[in-house]
């Protein structure tokens, strides 16, 4: 499974941005995908995710400010980002996994797309 994520830029505090993510190659393995962001000097964390199924999961910072979708006709998830805030700077990665019992967590995902780079200016 190959992803391609895109999207990322420069935006002023208040904002909006949305992230793309492209799933290709043995894409019947994936149950569900997720963002992860990563500030410089700090840990991955998670963000959002997505099964097919449609359900969603989010980290508590940005609930209510984030919002992810899937068109799974092109194997594609989404993060529109909206009332964005300095801290909310960061590498966004997305990830594809199947184990939905560790989808908050970095274990829950076997592949990772390169980062796509947020800055939110204040």
């Known amino acids: 499974v190959q992803l391609q994520a895109s999207g990322g830029g420069l935006v002023q505090a208040g904002g909006s941005l949305r992230l793309s993510c492209a799933a290709s190659g043995n894409t019947v393995s994936i149950y569900h995908m997720g963002w992860f962001r990563q500030a410089p000097g700090k840990e991955r964390d998670f963000v959002a995710a997505i099964n097919w199924s449609g359900s969603t999961y989010y980290r508590g910072s940005v609930e209510g400010r984030f919002t992810i979708s899937r068109d799974n006709t092109n194997n594609t998830v989404y993060l529109q980002m909206s009332s964005l805030k300095p801290e909310d700077s960061a590498v966004y990665h997305c990830?594809?996994?199947?184990?939905?019992?560790?989808?908050?967590?970095?274990?829950?995902?076997?592949?990772w797309g390169q980062g796509t780079l947020v800055t939110v200016s204040s």
């Open positions: 990830a594809a996994g199947d184990n939905v019992r560790w989808v908050r967590y970095i274990r829950g995902y076997s592949y």
